[in-house]
Structures are given as C-alpha cells and as structure tokens.
C-alpha cells in the first residue's frame, strides 16, 4: 500500500470516528476541502460511497460501516506501535548485539556492563566471542570490539581498554627443569604453547620489540589453541611457556603461579576499541552500552 492510500484511509477513519469534516480536519491538521478531497479520491478509487453527507452530519455506509471495523483497530495499533518507538529513543529498551574477543569479553566487556545493566531491566546484551575479522554491519552486530590495528574503516571508535602489553610466562616448575630463556632466539628450545585465529590464518608468532629492533619467533611445542583462555590454563598446568596478554595475568604473578620472562623485549600495543557505524544513528540502548564501556580518560 502507497503512503497516500494509508493517510487517505486514516482520514476516512478519523472522519468515521468523529462524526464531523469539521474535527475531523481540526484533528489531522488540514483544511475541510483537502479533507473532502481526499474523500472524494478514496471513494473514487473503490468505486463505492463510503460516507453519508448532509449539512448538519456524516455518516457511515454499509461499505463504509464495514471497512471501518476492518481498518479502524489496525490503524490503532500502528499508532500504538508508533509511539512505543518513542521509547527506543528515550529510554535504553531492546538488545545490543557485541562482537569481540574472548580476552576483551572477560577483562572488559564483562565486568563494566554486568554492573550497569541491572539499572536498566528492559536493556538486553547479546556477546558473541570471535577472534576473526568480522563484518559487525553485514552480521548485524551492533558494536564490534577489536585492537586499534584491526578496526574497520570508516566506524566510530571509543577505547574500551588502555594500552595493551605481552607477557611470556611459565610456572616456576617449568623454568626449574627447562630453564628460563634470556632472548627471544633461545625460545627454539622451549615447549611454547601456540594460538591459531583466524586473523593470522597459520599459527600466531610470537613478536617481541626491544630499542627498536624487532624479532618474529616461529614457536614450537606440544598444545595449539584458538584462544587465551585454555592457553591461560595449560601453562598453569605447566606444560609450557604461554604468550598471551599481561593483564591475564597479573592476579596468578602476583600468586607466584606463573612467573615472567622476556619482559624488557615486549613493549606496549594499541589497545581495544569499541567501534560501530557511524552513519547508523545510535540508539539510547547503544549510548548507554558504549559509554558503560568506555574506557575512563586518564
């Protein structure tokens, strides 16, 4: 149905309903012989009276009687319908779908937003953990949360996290029996725990940085995995050295359950971003996940 055939129907209900040209057009906003018009189009088109006209009343036809209990309660609830969109707009209702890591799902998303959305019952939060390049638009992902160096073009993005550093850790046991490794070349000789993802299609290699000069280590060892947190729990169980973002790590340090090496070859990286389109204006509900997400300035 045309935008004209709907507002010609919603005249002729607004008409049926009050009984007069006269309110009818006070209701709508136009004038009585646009009103009429409109009237005389819509019947023209059916090609059959619709309303009953005298100079002091109007009233329905048998047609018209008919097509107004048809057409009146659905008009009603799209107006309804219309209105609650008000609520979209006001008040953070309806779910924001998050793709990201599962690193950023448990560091940051987790924490910031389990504590923000019981003030908010009618906020919904789907998380779908993915270590590929996803397309947030083309998988209809509301917000995608990624390192500075993959996010996609033309988005806006907030920082979700500070700058992020590698820690290369063992348990003491391991170190113990195995030695601990003094430059990156000696890894070669080490059990290394490896991670596959899909943004680097073969295994991850191990990048270190030192006074500006840079080394790639291709590691070796018994466990792959595809993400930090069985690799997180392999090296806790000692069967290796584990490559893996530091602030995983700083409660089994601080435990003395893993211990550090290599630390003066890992510098900082860019940290996570939440990003979304911009030319998709942000709902309430999308404002309120990004800014419970945002990482505090300073």
């Not at 097509?67 to 309660?73: I, K």
């Not at 850790?169 to 080490?190: D, K, N, S």
């Not at 996940?289 to 300073?298: F, K, S, T, W």
Request: glycine share 8%; net charge negative; aromatic share 8%.
């Amino acid at each position: 149905m045309s935008r004209d055939n709907l507002n010609d129907l919603l005249a002729f209900v607004t008409i049926a309903r009050e009984g007069s040209f006269t309110r009818a057009a006070a209701q709508l906003g136009v004038s009585q012989s646009a009103l009429s018009h409109t009237m005389r189009e819509l019947e023209a088109r059916l090609g059959i009276r619709l309303l009953t006209r005298t100079t002091r009343s109007v009233s329905m036809t048998e047609a018209g009687e008919h097509l107004y209990e048809s057409v009146a309660p659905r008009l009603e609830d799209i107006q309804a319908e219309l209105a609650m969109m008000g609520q979209f707009r006001d008040t953070p209702v309806g779910t924001v779908r998050i793709n990201t890591t599962g690193h950023a799902a448990d560091l940051y998303v987790w924490p910031r937003l389990s504590s923000m959305l019981p003030q908010y019952p009618q906020l919904k939060v789907e998380v779908a953990v993915d270590y590929g390049l996803t397309d947030i638009v083309a998988q209809r992902f509301d917000i995608g949360i990624r390192l500075g160096e993959h996010l996609a073009r033309d988005m806006i993005a907030v920082p979700v996290s500070p700058p992020q550093r590698i820690a290369v850790v063992a348990t003491p046991a391991y170190f113990a029996t195995h030695g601990i490794p003094r430059t990156p070349q000696e890894l070669v000789t080490h059990n290394c725990i490896g991670m596959r993802l899909p943004t680097h299609g073969g295994l991850l290699p191990w990048e270190f940085d030192r006074d500006g000069v840079q080394y790639k280590s291709r590691v070796e060892g018994q466990w792959i995995f595809n993400g930090s947190a069985p690799a997180l729990r392999a090296a806790l169980a000692g069967v290796g050295l584990a490559y893996l973002p530091e602030d995983l790590m700083h409660e089994h340090l601080a435990a003395g359950r893993l211990q550090r090496v290599l630390e003066d070859w890992c510098e900082p990286y860019d940290g996570y971003y939440a990003y979304y389109p911009s030319r998709r204006q942000a709902s309430r509900a999308l404002q309120v996940v990004i800014e419970a997400l945002r990482h505090p300035a300073g």
